[in-house]
């Protein structure tokens, strides 16, 4: 079980892990913060979402937890 603050970065096409795989995660997690990005990547954070994933980033550590 995670009981600290957690970010975790989604891409909703992504083909190596599939819906199921989502929804099985939050009760594991106690603090979650999901971030869903468009894309089919697997690695968005390497791409062209690498802004989008970076200010996710940024905005999950400027949360006041």
Same mark, same amino acid.
């Given at each position: 079980? !995670?009981?600290?603050? #957690? =970010?975790?970065?989604w891409s909703d %096409?992504?083909?190596?892990?599939v819906q199921e795989?989502?929804?099985?995660?939050?009760?594991? !997690?106690?603090?979650? #913060? =999901?971030?869903?990005?468009?894309? %089919?990547s697997h690695t968005?954070?390497?791409?062209?979402?690498?802004?989008?994933?970076?200010?996710?980033?940024?905005?999950? =550590?400027?949360?006041?937890?």
């Open positions: 079980r !995670i009981s600290v603050p #957690t =970010l975790l970065v %096409k992504d083909v190596a892990f795989t989502l929804e099985a995660i939050p009760p594991y !997690i106690d603090d979650l #913060t =999901l971030k869903i990005i468009h894309t %089919k968005p954070f390497l791409d062209k979402h690498a802004d989008e994933v970076n200010r996710a980033i940024l905005d999950f =550590l400027a949360e006041d937890k």
